[in-house]
Nanobody, 124 residues
Framework: QVQLVESGGGSVQAGGSLRLSCAASERTFSNYAMGWFRQALGKEREFVATRNWNGISTYYADSVKGRFTISRDDVKNTVYLQMNNLKPEDTAVYYC?????????????????WGQGTQVTVSS
């Protein structure tokens, strides 16, 4: 059972930046695809970004493309989401997810493990 723990959330003004971290409990993390999702109040959880097991493939939601970057450090068993030029509509709880298959996916149902989430609030 992989445990994922997110950190780095907080409150920022529009145009600011945050970097989210997701620490995994297992060294087999390096074989997994990793993803970030978010859920705004009253809305369904939506895909944000994903990166495959070897880092060659990444994919972003159109709403964050060019502003967010997903990366991973397999030595630290950690995946990151660098968020720049934040907008009020980015306000949500952000979740890290791991997929045993090493290939990217954008559906929540494709992921096997989830973190508890971290709140990001962007004010105008």
């Amino acid at each position: 059972q992989v445990q994922l723990v997110e950190s780095g959330g907080g409150s920022v003004q529009a145009g600011g930046s945050l970097r989210l971290s997701c620490a995994a409990s297992e060294r087999t993390f390096s074989n997994y695809a990793m993803g970030w999702f978010r859920q705004a109040l009253g809305k369904e959880r939506e895909f944000v970004a994903t990166r495959n097991w070897n880092g060659i493939s990444t994919y972003y939601a159109d709403s964050v493309k060019g502003r967010f970057t997903i990366s991973r450090d397999d030595v630290k068993n950690t995946v990151y989401l660098q968020m720049n030029n934040l907008k009020p509509e980015d306000t949500a709880v952000y979740y890290c997810a791991a997929r045993r298959s090493g290939y990217i996916a954008i559906q929540t149902s494709s992921y096997d493990y989830w973190g508890q989430g971290t709140q990001v609030t962007v004010s105008s």
